[in-house]
């Protein structure tokens, strides 16, 4: 069985048999080699081992080893050198797996989808069934970004009575005001409605006769 001891005392063999080791340390390795056969036994052989080196030289390998020498050396650092360099790759691609797998593993935070504001719903007319009854009406729905377009105009036309009536009054104004009469196309112009009067086409078939008299009667400001 190996014991603390029995490492120690296998690094302090070399030294000891070499004559290289401290007193009191040599003291302890002779006292656990007396208790221990297995480090015994061990110093024997690495005794063995000195004692041949120095009664025996190593034979000469001759010229041939030695003008191969440097090449096999730098062939050999060379190959220590892409070891270690495929070490290297290896760490390297085993820490990026090990990131990738992380990253995969990682909870994701989703991200709630933006929300759109929207506008109030415009409810459609319910249309109107055969039996009478009429379906529930779909609500549009009409977006912050694009207002509805406003409902169109539904101003009431006046008749040609009416218009005939404030357009009297207003010649009146003009002829109490002292405004000349050439001046009443003018103000024509300015009170025409924007749409065409009720009875208006029937105005297109009168004959000259009665179209200019019907000028003139406008144009009476003494009327």
């Given amino acids: 069985m190996t014991t603390p001891g029995c490492r120690k005392a296998r690094d302090w063999a070399a030294q000891a048999l070499s004559g ?6 040599r003291r302890e390795l002779d006292s656990h080699v007396r208790a221990c056969p297995v480090c ?10 000195l004692s041949l080196l120095k009664t025996e030289d190593p034979p000469d390998p001759g010229a041939p080893y030695w003008s191969s020498f440097g090449g096999r050396l730098r062939t050999r650092i060379a190959a220590s050198e892409r070891r270690r360099r495929t070490l290297r790759l290896a760490a390297l691609a085993a820490a990026a797996v090990l990131v990738a797998a992380l990253a995969l593993l990682r909870p994701r935070h989703e991200v709630p989808p933006r929300q759109i504001a929207e506008g109030p719903a415009v409810e459609r007319a319910a249309p109107v069934t055969g039996e009478g009854q009429s379906s529930p009406p779909a609500p ?24 005939e009536a404030h357009l009297d009054a207003l010649l009146r104004q003009a002829a109490s005001e002292g405004q000349a009469p050439r001046d009443l196309e003018v103000i024509l112009d300015e009170v025409a409605p924007a749409q065409p009067l009720e009875g208006a086409d029937a105005l297109g078939q009168l004959s000259p006769d009665d179209d200019h008299s019907l000028s003139e009667d406008l144009l009476d400001t003494q009327g």
């Avoid at 549009?140 to 008749?159: I, N, Y």
Wanted: hydrophobic residues 40%; proline residues 15%.
């Fill in 20 to 25: 290289e080791m401290e007193p009191e340390a």
């Fill in 40 to 49: 015994a036994a061990e110093e024997e052989n690495i005794r063995r081992a």
């Fill in 140 to 163: 549009e729905e009409v977006t912050a970004s694009h207002p509805a377009a406003p409902p169109p105009s539904t101003a009431r036309v006046p008749s040609v009575a009416e218009a």
